[in-house]
Structure formats: C-alpha cells, structure tokens
C-alpha cells in the first residue's frame, strides 16, 4: 500500500493504482471535457495547464494553483524541494538539471512503492482548501534520471486526492505516460476531472514501477475553469 499525506494525516490507496483500470482516470471515459464529478478525463484537451517555454517557470500557466511550481523558491535551510512539497514513499532533493528555470525536484523511490512528490496541504498558503467546483487540469514534465548504475523508473503519473468531510473521497490516477529512453529527455503528464467542493485537494506526481530509481519534476500545473 502507499501512502497519501493530508494535512498532516496518512491515508492508504494502492500502491498500484497508475497501472490497475480500476484507479485509472481515463479507464470508461467516453472522450473530451465531459467527466462528471468524481470522474477523470485522461484524454480531455490540456489547453492552458500547458506549461510554456518562457524562461523562469514560477509563472507560466495563467491561473496556476500552485505554490512553487517550478521547484525555484527552495529559500535556506528548507529540506527536500521546498516547503510547498512533500514525499511520499520518497526522497525529494533539488536538482539543477531544470527544464526551466534553474532547479527541479530528484524524486527518488523508496521502500519497494511508487514514491510521489505532492502539494504540502499543511504549508501556509499552499494545497487547496474547500476548493471550487469545476473542471481541474493538472500537467507535470517529468524526466527519468540514473544514479550511480542504479534502476530507473520506466513511467510516470498523476493523481488527485479529494476527502470529504463524511470520511470518504475521491482518489483518481491518470493513465501512466512512458519515459522517453534513451536519451533521457522532458515527457508531460496529464490529468483532467470534474471535482466538486470538498476538504483539501492534493495533486501527486508519481513514478513507476514501484522502488525503481529516481526521477526530475519541473514545471507541474493546476488549472481549474
């Protein structure tokens, strides 16, 4: 089982949701923007959660929801990527191989799970409390990296985690997208749904498969329209 970390809380959800149809948000989709609430579209249009190449990531997409989504606002004495980001089953540290900007997030797996960086719901000004209904897009670049002759994942994904005040939630995962090797190089994952008002809503970045090696995140978004 992984691990989800809510506001200072641990919930489980399945260490094999990015591959298992039953987690997977695009699974009996019909197509197009057209997911009802609690239902992802894996397939809908990224439109402007597309990051785009204009140099310092900490603004790209207009409207992101994000704290620090370029991994450049690390200040002194933070731990990991920065204090709007936590691991899961993970170890985050910044990288300087950036597709924008001058850093990214180093994502390594650990304990033999799909290890996850994810919005620190508990950081001041940082997750999203209470969030509106709407359509919400969310899009990472994600590049696999080796370190020391050690695995490297193979894939990566998304998830969003939404609990509600009744004790239940909603726990999506996009279709994994496969890393381009060789050569290493930046791949886009995408996520879309149509999610109602609830507690905090999370967005993670997963690797794949599970205990295999590290990964570099740069540029993640969140849109909602």
Not at 82 to 91: E, I, N
Not at 155 to 174: H, K, N, R, S, T
Not at 183 to 204: M, R
Request: glycine share 16%.
């Amino acid at each position: 089982m992984g691990r989800i970390r809510i506001a200072g809380a641990i919930l489980a959800v399945s260490a094999l949701a990015c591959g298992d149809a039953a987690f997977d948000s695009a699974a009996n989709d019909g197509g197009g923007n057209d997911a009802s609430t609690g239902d992802a579209s894996g397939d809908a249009s990224p439109g402007d959660a597309v990051a785009n190449d204009s140099g310092d990531d900490s603004g790209d997409v207009p409207g992101n929801l994000l704290m620090d989504p370029g991994f450049e606002g690390n200040g002194s004495g933070t731990a990991g990527c920065g204090p709007y980001w936590v691991a899961t089953y993970a170890t985050l540290s910044l990288s300087t191989i950036a597709r924008h900007g001058s850093a990214s997030c180093m994502v390594c797996s650990t304990e033999g799970q799909s290890g996850a960086v994810e919005t620190n719901s508990s950081a001041a000004g940082a997750g999203l409390t209470n969030p509106e209904a709407g359509l919400y897009q969310a899009t990472a670049w994600v590049m696999p990296i080796t370190l020391d002759g050690g695995a490297t994942p193979s894939a990566a994904c998304l998830q969003f985690y939404e609990p509600f005040a009744d004790g239940g939630g909603i726990d999506l995962f996009g279709s994994p997208v496969d890393f381009a090797v060789p050569p290493p190089a930046w791949s886009q994952v995408y996520l879309a749904a149509n999610l109602g008002p609830g507690g905090t809503l999370t967005l993670g970045v997963f690797s794949l498969p599970a205990g295999t090696g590290c990964m570099l995140v740069d540029d993640v978004a969140l849109v909602v329209q």
